[in-house]
């Protein structure tokens, strides 16, 4: 497990969680640069990028495991991860 700190209030697919918060990452490589047009919502000391989103909102990247129970929010990013699409699907009816 490690500890993250949102960047930018977080982004959309954080809303409504703690400003640092506890995630499960296992990897070995890392994002080290954001795209053009994308910016940083989360960082923690071992990985500058842990979470990352475009500035129209409807793109995002994580570098730990949501889904996994010891990522303390993990179930509100999927809540919000839901409500961003279904906003977005009702914006195009």
């Known amino acids: 497990a490690m500890e993250i700190e949102l960047q930018n209030q977080g982004g959309k697919i954080f809303q409504n969680t703690a400003p640092r918060q506890t995630v499960w ?17 989360a960082s923690s000391p071992s990985c ?17 495991h949501p889904e ?17 699409c279904r906003i977005s699907r009702d914006s195009k009816v």
């Open 25 to 41: 990452e296992s990897h070995n490589d890392e994002v080290h640069e954001v795209p053009d047009g994308f910016f940083i919502t």
């Open 48 to 64: 500058k990028v842990q979470g990352m989103e475009n500035e129209a909102g409807d793109r995002f990247g994580l570098q730990f």
């Open 68 to 84: 996994v129970n010891d990522s303390e929010f993990g179930k509100e990013m999927f809540e919000n991860f839901v409500e961003i």
